[in-house]
């Protein structure tokens, strides 16, 4: 490329949020936003007709579907462009997910600017970023074999552990609908499919399940 700044595309369906990180990068002497994108056929077919992207800031939750997703069909046209999950979800319950899906790095958006940037420039180096705690978490998981194989959780597509993890958070299928910008019924399709996945009983049985879920996570991430 002729520029010598790396160019940086993000991908997030609220536009102020994206304004925000577009200052933070373009302050930086080593790079800058060449693109934006509100959701994920937006960014592809932006990458589809000019693609001089060096990284892409993708969002978990997108209001059409989730960014587990959305990564899935970048690497499909585009399997070598690295992918950094930016959301506003906890790490520990999503880091270990996103990296799976492919993605080489996890950030909180609740983290300093100063935090994105870092991990930014590690993404771009080749390397995976995570927090000091979450690093620390994975590595203990494969140093001391304790991690559960969680067979039953992976069989969920990623909308439908997105759901799994907001119904944990309290929320109803009114609320869920409304952060993820779906209909209650889509909702509640996703609520009857992790039912049967999950081998549960009822609605309550499933709030239980969630709920019980998301404390094991946090327990295990204060460990």
């Known amino acids: 490329m002729s520029n010598s700044k790396a160019q940086v595309m993000l991908v997030d369906d609220h536009a102020m949020l ?10 930086e002497p080593d790079m800058e936003v060449f693109a934006e994108a509100g959701d994920g056929s937006e960014a592809l077919a932006i990458l589809k007709q000019n693609h001089p992207v060096d990284i892409v800031l993708l969002d978990v939750t997108l209001k059409t579907v989730s960014g587990l997703e959305v990564i899935k069909n970048l690497h499909t046209y585009f399997p070598s462009l690295p992918v950094l999950f930016v959301s506003m979800y906890d ?13 080489r790095g996890y950030v909180m958006k609740q983290e300093p600017g100063e935090v994105l940037v870092t991990a930014i420039r590690e993404v771009l180096k080749g ?6 705690q979450m690093h620390t978490k994975l590595l203990n998981q494969i140093t001391t074999g304790r991690s559960e194989p969680k067979q039953l959780i992976n069989s969920l597509t990623p909308s439908e552990f997105e759901v799994l993890h907001l119904i944990g958070t309290g929320h109803s299928s009114q609320e869920i609908a409304k952060l993820l910008g779906r209909s209650i019924k889509t909702i509640e399709t996703h609520r009857f499919n992790i039912r049967t996945k999950l081998n549960l009983k009822d609605s ?3 709030v239980r399940y969630a709920t019980r879920w998301i404390l094991e996570e946090l327990k295990k991430a204060m460990s």
């Open 18 to 27: 994206r304004h925000g990180i577009a200052m933070l990068v373009n302050m």
């Open 91 to 103: 790490e520990t319950v999503y880091a270990e997910r996103a990296l799976r899906a492919g993605a």
């Open 127 to 132: 390397n995976i970023y995570l927090s000091k």
């Open 204 to 206: 309550a049985d499933l």
